[in-house]
């Protein structure tokens, strides 16, 4: 297997792990960018030691260790389903969970090649084998077929999951991370960056928001720095810091004057 230390520029590696930490800087203990989920492909833009200078898949530019990568290409008679529950496990026997050995997380995309009983063959980047619970996947989405409640559906599952700045999995999440995935498990992707999903979209009024509508605050200084998805009945569905992912009032005291827009993509 190629050494990835020698990789060239403008390659694309896949996330061969769970979940990969992406660093504002080649250096551990820096602030967390985002992370990429098992399966994600970044694009490499260069190399520093033990670490690969990428521009992922959610558009963000960022450091993740090499380790956490590799080249490995999806069969072509697979078919590439993602992981729909907040979390699921992969485990090497299809006919026993109990030897799971890998957890993966919504959003997580997997070449499937086989199926026994309710249970999906899946190939690991890296080219192993494992299988994963049919029921916690779907075929990957293409062109977005997912509908607001969908968008709500997938954000509600993950509610009570603590708060994480640059997080994108049920073990932690910022608020985008949270607006992101719940619309990539439905099909769309958006920016990963509040400010960047406030760009996008349509502007919709207060009294015309409805179910899937991101709403935007603006809680630092001026302009989008937090986000949340509308729910309906003045609530909408954020990952907040103290509270982690939790359903929030437009009446709640620190967001009720802070309120800047809402957008809506589908």
Same mark, same amino acid.
């Given at each position: 297997m190629m050494d990835l230390r020698e990789v060239e520029v403008g390659t694309t590696v896949i996330t061969s792990v769970?979940?990969?930490?992406?660093?504002?800087?080649?250096?551990?203990?820096?602030?967390?960018?985002?992370?990429?989920?098992m399966g994600w492909p970044a694009l490499v833009m260069g190399v520093e030691g033990d670490w690969l200078h990428l521009q992922?898949?959610?558009g963000s530019p960022g450091w993740g260790k090499v380790d956490h990568f590799c080249l490995s290409k999806w069969p072509q008679e697979a078919v590439a389903?993602?992981?729909?529950?907040?979390?699921?496990?992969?485990? @090497?026997?299809?006919?026993?969970?109990?030897?799971?050995?890998?957890?993966l997380f919504m959003g997580s995309i997997l070449p499937v090649v086989g199926q026994e009983n309710q249970r999906l063959r899946v190939v690991l980047p890296g080219k192993k084998y494992a299988f994963l619970d049919k029921d916690a996947t779907n075929m990957m989405p293409q062109g977005g077929f997912g509908q607001s409640k969908g968008v709500l559906m997938a954000a509600g599952l993950l509610a009570?999951?603590?708060?994480?700045w640059g997080?994108?999995?049920? @073990?932690?999440?910022?608020?985008?991370?949270?607006t992101y995935m719940a619309y990539f498990s439905n099909g769309y992707q958006?920016? @990963?960056?509040?400010?960047?999903?406030?760009?996008?979209?349509?502007?919709?009024?207060k009294e015309e928001l409805t179910e899937g509508d991101l709403v935007f605050f603006s809680t630092i200084e001026p302009g989008p720095s937090h986000v949340g998805i509308y729910q309906g009945d003045g609530l909408f569905i954020n990952a907040r810091s103290k509270e982690?992912?939790?359903?929030?009032?437009?009446?709640?005291h620190f967001f009720s004057g802070r309120y800047l827009g809402a957008r809506r993509y589908l």
């Open positions: 769970s979940v990969a930490d992406i660093l504002e800087q080649p250096e551990a203990g820096v602030p967390l960018v985002t992370q990429q989920l992922c898949h959610d389903i993602q992981v729909t529950k907040p979390a699921a496990g992969l485990s @090497r026997h299809p006919l026993c969970t109990s030897d799971r050995f890998c957890t009570g999951a603590p708060y994480l997080g994108m999995t049920v @073990r932690g999440f910022d608020c985008s991370g949270l958006l920016p @990963r960056d509040c400010q960047d999903q406030f760009k996008v979209g349509k502007p919709v009024q982690g992912v939790t359903v929030t009032s437009f009446n709640d």
